[in-house]
């Protein structure tokens, strides 16, 4: 990789470039370049979205520049801005923080962890005053806030608008500023607000940051882009079970963009393995994600544990538990003392829901009772399986 390399991927794989002679220049001049990206942290979890834009970061980082990962703990007491997400809610700074805690942990398993710089806003954003705050807001009309797309929607249709959430693009903005970014990246919904920090750059003197906007990786629903608000996201953080069965669940007609915008896999070669084989198609995305983020060996365990549960099969390995047997032991009894219910009556509804099955078989009568001390294997649902070995209780000698 060198600096053209990077700069033919660059606009080969982003959706703009603002401007494309200004990035030229800045890539070619020598200079270590401090390249920024942002995230909120709404939710402790980074998603296979935000991998999207830190895969090309770390290309960056290979030629020597850094990385400045922001979590806007301070933005994050704002919530949503857009007006359309009501399940965003907002936090305080202590839960924004607690939130990025593990934020470090995940990006570097992606990004060089010696040229990535984590930054909270909140370190500069609280220290502005009252007057800061006044000359800030007047490096923009109300009128040019209105430009942007989600807020001049909710304008035309007489819903609110806080005047906290209009501060939010200057807010984002001025973080630019903060760190005398020279490069900011993004996915396609945040053009307004990176167009800010470089019209703010302006405003006090700076250089003005190149941006950099990337597609967006649509979620799980195949509709909404992937988000941590709406749960429909892969986490980086997931164990690898999760992370393979929820890839199995992309939609097959979005599989592709997963595949030439999350993994190196050759463009062509992915677009004619899902025309021909889906399934196999999913499996080998699956199996690629796992080993990215986990290893080889855990993807190869992800996918048999996968099978065996997607095909009703016994896993081998099962953990076990001893119980006293004792004569006509009834299966809500047993239930609870398994802990996959804490009452009669929530035992009762598994069991009526045909949520419970002993050795792979379906027990819908609540009364059911075992009426020999025979090991058996009990499950609840796709995944949690547990080996009964019962004891018997010697009759005692009167």
Known sequence: MNNNDLLELLKR??????????????????KKLRIKLGADPSKPDLHLGHSVILRKLRLFQELGHDVIFV???????????????????????????????????????ILDP??????????????????????????????????????????????????????YPLIQGYDSVALRANIEVG???????????????????QEPQEVIT???????????????SLNNYISINESPHVMFEKCMKI??????????????????EAKNLIETDIRKAHYIYANEIVSLYHSKDEAINAEKKYKEITLNIIPSELNSIEIDYIKDMTLI?????LGF?????????????????INNIVIEDPFYKFTTDENVIISKGKSNYIRIIFNRIKERIK
């Open 341 to 357: 219910a804490t009452s009669n009556n929530e035992a009762k509804k598994l069991i009526i829901g045909k949520g419970i099955k």
């Open 187 to 205: 996915g396609t919904d945040q053009v307004f607000n990176l167009l800010v920090g470089r019209e703010l750059q302006k405003d006090y003197q």
């Open 71 to 109: 979590i806007g703990d301070f933005t994050g007491m704002i919530g949503d801005p857009t007006g359309k997400n009501k399940t965003r809610p907002t936090l305080t700074l202590e839960e924004t923080r607690k939130n990025g805690e593990t934020y470090f942990e995940q990006v570097t398993k």
């Open 13 to 30: 794989d982003s959706i703009n470039i603002f401007s494309i002679k200004g990035l030229e220049e800045k890539i070619n001049n020598g």
């Open 114 to 167: 010696n040229r990535t710089i984590i930054k909270y806003n909140s370190e500069w954003l609280d220290k502005l005053k009252f007057n800061d705050i006044i000359n800030l807001t007047s490096k923009y009309t109300v009128a040019r806030i209105l430009e942007r797309n989600d807020f001049s929607i909710r304008y035309h249709q007489n819903q609110s608008i806080g005047l906290h959430e209009m501060l």
């Open 251 to 268: 939609p097959d007609h979005i599989l592709l963009d997963y595949f030439q915008l999350t993994i190196d896999f050759d463009f062509e």
């Open 214 to 228: 990337f597609p967006l990786l649509r979620g799980l629903d195949g509709v909404e882009k992937m988000s941590k």
């Open 333 to 337: 009894n047993v239930i609870r003392i």
